[in-house]
């Protein structure tokens, strides 16, 4: 199977032809960089020069494809270059191979390569200066340098430049997705909390509605017809006082996420009120200093959807609650009558409970819920024990 192999970079092929038409000038103006007598020069002639200026110009051609590749032709071009009497554009060139090798290679020859070049660069200057005695000798150790050392210490600086822009990128991209990630988090546990808000402030009386209206439609007995009707126009009443406060509470950009008149366990015998006029038969016993706010709103909330559900899924009988408050914690129990139902009076969705757990979460207390064994027949319990000192808030 056939290697294919990467195309040059557009901008390489330019560099390329046009150092290859610098080199050309240069040499039909017959400029060279030394005199044709020189004794380094082995190869003299005006033709030879073409040689290494026409193999420079082809590493140009993969200076960012095979920058290693490249560079190793490109000292071989230039040490024939130094025979003849050679071409400036064939040293810029070559120049240019060092820099694009340490800043296009892979990272290991980026690393060795102007460690190399600067141990070529010193041996270029003692060497000749210790053998020749001859100050000026030094000057070639400058010639290496100038042509060797520099760019590759130009593409390493580069290099180093490059790789760090491209982390602060990353770096920057990465923040972003995690400032992302905690707003659509931020933003699901808002949502969670407005419908656990939404259900809980609204379907006690939803259902209150719908449990009397079925009596109303069933019932031919205007005296009953009229009580029901009055218990449903009160609970929709309160259910849009309700429904009213929570979509200001929407609308309000103050930065307030907690109702302005969050309920307390100061309105549970209202609460229980209710839950008698809607028609259970429901006790209290509540027995508790004075709360932080995060947890007389839970314990309230648990107590009204335990009522809720009382009022569409219990047997006749009893509802209690009783709320005991003792070391460090608020114990929540509410039991109702628990038998075989033909059907709930109103629908359910399962949703209550649910947020009931979730609220108790939140304040890192513990939830139970399910049906129970007890002296007069089965019962349902909802059990929530909350901490009564906080680390924070709901």
């Given at each position: 199977?056939?290697?294919?192999?990467?195309?040059?970079?557009?901008d390489?092929l330019?560099i390329?032809?046009?150092?290859?038409l610098g080199?050309?000038?240069?040499?039909?103006?017959g400029?060279g960089?030394r005199?044709?007598?020189?004794?380094?020069v082995?190869?003299?002639?005006?033709?030879?020069?073409?040689?290494?200026?026409?193999?420079?110009?082809?590493?140009?051609?993969?200076r960012?494809v095979?920058?290693?590749?490249a560079l190793?032709?490109?000292?071989?071009?230039?040490?024939l270059d130094t025979?003849t009497?050679?071409?400036?554009?064939?040293v810029?060139?070559f120049?240019?191979?060092?820099?694009?090798a340490?800043?296009?290679?892979?990272?290991?020859?980026?690393?060795?390569?102007?460690?190399?070049?600067g141990?070529?660069?010193?041996v270029?200057?003692?060497?000749p200066?210790?053998?020749?005695?001859k100050p000026e000798t030094?000057?070639?150790?400058?010639?290496?340098?100038?042509?060797?050392?520099a760019p590759?210490?130009?593409?390493?600086?580069?290099?180093?430049h490059?790789?760090a822009a491209?982390a602060?990128?990353?770096?920057a991209e990465?923040t972003?997705l995690?400032?992302?990630?905690?707003r659509?988090?931020a933003v699901?546990?808002e949502?969670?909390?407005?419908?656990?808000?939404?259900h809980?402030m609204?379907?006690n009386?939803?259902s209150?509605?719908?449990?009397h209206?079925?009596?109303a439609?069933?019932?031919?007995?205007?005296?009953?017809s009229?009580?029901?009707?009055?218990v449903?126009r009160?609970?929709s009443?309160?259910?849009l006082?309700e429904?009213?406060r929570?979509?200001?509470i929407?609308?309000?950009?103050?930065g307030?996420?907690e109702p302005?008149?969050a309920?307390?366990?100061?309105?549970?015998?209202?609460?229980?009120?209710?839950a008698?006029t809607n028609?259970?038969d429901v006790s209290?016993?509540a027995?508790?200093?004075?709360?932080p706010?995060?947890?007389?709103?839970a314990?309230?909330?648990?107590v009204q959807?335990?009522?809720?559900?009382?009022?569409?899924?219990?047997?006749p009988?009893?509802?209690?609650v009783a709320l005991?408050?003792?070391?460090g914690?608020?114990?929540?129990?509410?039991?109702s009558?628990?038998g075989?139902?033909?059907?709930?009076?109103?629908p359910g969705?399962?949703?209550?409970?649910v947020?009931?757990?979730?609220?108790i979460?939140?304040?890192?207390?513990?939830?139970?819920a399910?049906p129970?064994?007890a002296?007069?027949g089965?019962?349902w319990?909802?059990?929530a024990?909350l901490?009564?000192?906080l680390g924070?808030?709901?």
């Open positions: 199977m056939a290697v294919r192999l990467p195309r040059p970079h557009r390489d330019r390329a032809v046009g150092g290859l080199g050309l000038l240069l040499w039909g103006l400029l960089t005199p044709a007598d020189e004794p380094i082995l190869w003299d002639g005006r033709w030879p020069v073409l040689v290494p200026l026409v193999v420079t110009a082809g590493c140009e051609v993969l960012r095979r920058p290693r590749t190793l032709v490109g000292i071989a071009a230039l040490t025979v009497q050679g071409n400036l554009v064939t810029v060139m120049t240019d191979l060092m820099y694009a340490v800043l296009y290679g892979q990272p290991a020859s980026a690393r060795r390569i102007p460690w190399i070049a141990l070529v660069t010193v270029s200057a003692v060497v200066a210790a053998v020749l005695r030094l000057l070639i150790g400058v010639a290496v340098g100038v042509v060797a050392l590759a210490a130009t593409g390493w600086i580069v290099r180093n490059r790789d491209e602060a990128r990353l770096r990465q972003a995690l400032a992302e990630m905690d659509s988090q699901v546990a949502r969670a909390r407005m419908a656990r808000e939404l809980d609204v379907a009386h939803l209150a509605i719908a449990i209206s079925t009596a439609l069933s019932l031919d007995d205007p005296g009953t009229k009580g029901a009707l009055a449903i009160e609970n009443v309160e259910g006082a429904m009213r929570l979509i200001g929407l609308r309000d950009d103050s307030e996420t302005a008149a309920p307390t366990l100061d309105g549970l015998g209202a609460l229980v009120e209710g008698r028609g259970l209290l016993d027995t508790h200093d004075r709360l706010a995060p947890v007389e709103l314990a309230y909330r648990i959807e335990s009522l809720t559900n009382a009022l569409k899924h219990a047997s009988g009893r509802v209690l005991t408050q003792r070391d914690s608020l114990s929540v129990r509410v039991t009558p628990y075989d139902r033909d059907a709930p009076r109103a969705s399962g949703a209550g409970l947020g009931m757990s979730e609220r979460a939140l304040l890192g207390g513990s939830f139970e399910g129970e064994s002296p007069g089965k019962i319990t909802v059990h024990t901490p009564t000192t924070g808030t709901e």
